[in-house]
């Protein structure tokens, strides 16, 4: 998937020499006229197109069998949490993927989240396809086989989600693949002392579309319900 | 949907004290034992149970009209990209939500992302619901008209994204929105060279579930081609 990226940037330059916007846009945007509201004289922005350049993304490594039991790995960042109850999430990926056939035959998959230490690995993973390579071996990752799922986790990576597949959505390119969270399991180091994980513990880190980066988590803004009595201030 | 992490977040302190595992989680992991794997011994992880404690996660301010024609906006946790072609992604609410009935009715939303400098605004559009609250009057934010879906955009945030609804999946506690992308817009100082959001000028953040806090975006961890170079030498 991350080389279908590098693609996607490449075609981002050639796409923004052509066809950029003239920068006006005072056709396109209305002010808005809404009762209460008043006339709303539109901030100038740039249209940059029908695209998936909305950052950040998270970045999901997605553990999975194939037929044989062969255990594989592979870096997603159409990613999300779909569902509190049951807890859900959300991973889309191409037919074309070695790990689509998989999760499609056991039906069931994990997400592994990385530390910034194990960015490469993240990435690597994302670039080749389990159907030419054995990336366990490629990268010296241990794949630990899931007593709830029938899904492999890596046991390098400090929080992992054991997932049941449990529904899919075909969404254009790709297919939706939505399964109800089994178990979190996470090193304990990374958990704070309420047993959540720790993101400044964790270090995990974000992709960005368009520019095709990973970017490590940086400081804490607030609590959020602290952050909301700010604006209510104003 | 803050407030309902806050909710969260007293539970997960409750239920930590109760219920978190002794730390021998032996009988519970295997060693893999897969053809060409060898005997791995499982590194000790804790459970901490079917939570949706993914982390991190992005920050989608959702806008949508309700029947009416009043603008609203809400912040969403729970979401993701979902297809390249065409440009998709989903946000995931609740049928009590206010948006939820706004987007069923409208067939449209926007995803609006904030900098840091915004993390407040972000945070209070998540803790009140649009039916007791003009959100937009309560923050001074302003609602720009989209000419291209039925919904709202923020004129104040540097990155706006407006979606046409094109499915609808229930997902326990939750309706996934999915949206196909009509446009994607954006100041242009936020831009890069290549007319792609630059996550370094747009300044976005992301929320950590379980301890319900903003955190912005640190330092790139370099190129995703590049990273993936350096596993391979390994």
């Known amino acids: 998937m991350i080389r ?8 981002v330059v050639l ?11 005072s056709k396109e945007l209305e002010s808005a006229e809404l009762a209460g509201y008043g006339q709303n004289e539109a901030e100038e922005k740039a249209s940059i197109g029908a695209r998936t350049v909305v950052i950040p993304t998270p970045v999901w490594v997605i553990g999975s ?3 044989e039991g062969k255990p594989n790995v592979m870096t997603s960042s159409w990613v999300g949490i779909c569902s509190s109850k049951p807890a859900s999430l959300m991973t889309c990926l191409r037919e074309a993927t070695y790990t689509h056939g998989n999760i499609m035959e056991r039906k069931a998959f994990t997400v592994n989240i990385a530390s910034e230490s194990l960015a490469h690995m993240a990435a690597y993973v994302g670039r080749v396809s389990g159907r030419n390579v054995d990336k366990f071996q490629k990268t010296g990752l241990t794949p630990v086989k ?5 899904a492999p986790y890596i046991k390098e990576f400090p929080l992992v989600v054991e997932c049941q597949l ?3 959505v075909e969404v254009g390119s790709h297919t939706m693949f939505i399964g109800e ?9 990374i958990l704070s002392e309420t047993g959540v994980p720790d993101v400044e513990k964790l270090k995990p880190f974000v992709f960005t579309p368009g520019s095709s980066k990973f970017y490590g988590i940086g400081q804490s803004l607030g609590n959020v319900s602290a952050l909301a009595k700010e604006a209510e201030k104003k």
């Open 4 to 11: 279908y990226f590098g693609l996607i940037g490449i075609l």
């Open 15 to 25: 796409f923004a020499a052509g066809s950029w916007q003239d920068g006006s846009l």
């Open 65 to 67: 069998y194939d037929k």
């Open 146 to 150: 899931s007593t709830l799922v029938d």
């Open 166 to 168: 449990t529904k899919t």
């Open 181 to 189: 969270i089994k178990d979190v399991k996470a090193d304990k180091p």
